[in-house]
């Protein structure tokens, strides 16, 4: 069993930073592919859009709405993710989920299951 936990979300005015961070604990496959997703509202998965992913051999591949404003690592000891988002847009703004090994990551191998975390707020204000 794997456990995703998400860190630092909050409020910034547009042009600002947050950082956010993605804990896993338990049994992470040598082969994954991890990444970040955000959607309007914790409610709201229609609408879900894929913003980053990075494969287990350090591939990393953003959408085009975040590339080069965000930027991925990964501390391979601690098993942890960090999201660097710069220059944030009031269209940043919704809920933020750390995903391990689900399907619709671009670089997953896998057709069904994985790990979610529980998602975290980033709001941008004007």
């Known amino acids: 069993q794997v456990q995703l936990v998400e860190s630092g979300g909050g409020s910034v005015q547009s042009g600002g930073s947050l950082r956010l961070s993605c804990a896993a604990s338990g049994y992470i496959p040598i082969i994954h592919c991890m990444g970040w997703f955000r959607q309007a509202t914790q409610e709201s998965q229609h609408g879900r859009e894929g913003i980053v992913t990075i494969s287990s051999d350090g591939r990393i591949t953003y959408s085009d709405n975040v590339k080069g404003r965000f930027t991925l690592s990964r501390d391979n000891v601690n098993n942890t993710l960090y999201l660097q988002m710069n220059d944030l847009k009031i269209p940043d703004t919704g809920v933020y989920l750390c995903?391990?090994?689900?399907?619709?990551?671009?670089?997953?191998?896998?057709?069904?299951?994985?790990?979610w975390g529980q998602g975290i707020q980033v709001t941008v204000s004007s």
């Open positions: 995903a391990l090994d689900v399907p619709d990551l671009w670089c997953s191998q896998r057709r069904s299951g994985g790990y």
